[in-house]
T-cell receptor, first 111, second 113 residues
Framework: KQEVTQIPAALSVPEGENLVLNCSFTDSAIYNLQWFRQDPGKGLTSLLLIQSSQREQTSGRLNASLDKSSGRSTLYIAASQPGDSATYLC??????????FGSGTRLLVRP | DAEITQSPRHKITETGRQVTLACHQTWNHNNMFWYRQDLGHGLRLIHYSYGVQDTNKGEVSDGYSVSRSNTEDLPLTLESAASSQTSVYFC????WGFGDTQYFGPGTRLTVL
């Protein structure tokens, strides 16, 4: 059974720092991996989607990498801002096209 | 603009009552999903549909049902609400491709007393 783990569960950094959020999964037979952002009381917003054949995707200050063989993905946020404060969720799409989510990393960027 | 909406946003009900949560999307997406989010568990898939008249069970489907009579709507019904079903419920939709990005609604916070 696919399991997705995100470390750390919470992170607090000063504004301007570069940071890395980690995601690991137990079964490398994935269709894709997605990173979402969730603001308090809101739904999820898709940030990046990496197909299983890809190694990374970039969008603005965000860069996500995928190492399928080791079951790991990282989300790199450059020059963090207070507006980046949110919960970041990693999800893998399994071979039956269902998303399996991690529990998320709650990020606080202090001004 | 196309969107996905959920109603109600907050609901309090009593144990044993039937509850229906609405989900409506204007993306004209073929695929729709229901998740629940609980502390320590992330989001877990309840039911999903790949088109009109198609419904499938997810990881935590016991006590829930869905029906898909048109493209835009996938209502989630709790047949007899239980306290263990207190949670935040999210609806999502995606386009024809099974691996496409899912777009999420704002969520419904359900409390079962």
């Amino acid at each position: 059974k696919q399991e997705v783990t995100q470390i750390p569960a919470a992170l607090s950094v000063p504004e301007g720092e570069n940071l890395v959020l980690n995601c690991s999964f137990t079964d490398s037979a994935i269709y894709n991996l997605q990173w979402f952002r969730q603001d308090p009381g809101k739904g999820l917003t898709s940030l990046l989607l990496i197909q299983s054949s890809q190694r990374e995707q970039t969008s603005g200050r965000l860069n996500a990498s995928l190492d399928k063989s080791s079951g790991r993905s990282t989300l790199y946020i450059a020059a963090s801002q207070p507006g980046d404060s949110a919960t970041y969720l990693c999800a893998v799409m399994d071979s039956s096209y269902k998303l399996i989510f991690g529990s998320g990393t709650r990020l606080l960027v202090r001004p | 603009d196309a969107e996905i909406t959920q109603s109600p946003r907050h609901k309090i009900t009593e144990t044993g009552r039937q509850v229906t949560l609405a989900c409506h999307q204007t993306w004209n997406h073929n695929n729709m999903f229901w998740y629940r989010q609980d502390l320590g568990h992330g989001l877990r898939l309840i039911h999903y549909s790949y088109g009109v008249q198609d419904t499938n069970k997810g990881e935590v489907s016991d006590g829930y049902s869905v029906s898909r009579s048109n493209t835009e709507d996938l209502p989630l019904t709790l047949e007899s609400a239980a306290s263990s079903q207190t949670s935040v419920y999210f609806c999502a939709s995606s386009s024809w491709g099974f691996g496409d990005t899912q777009y999420f609604g704002p969520g419904t916070r359900l409390t079962v007393l």
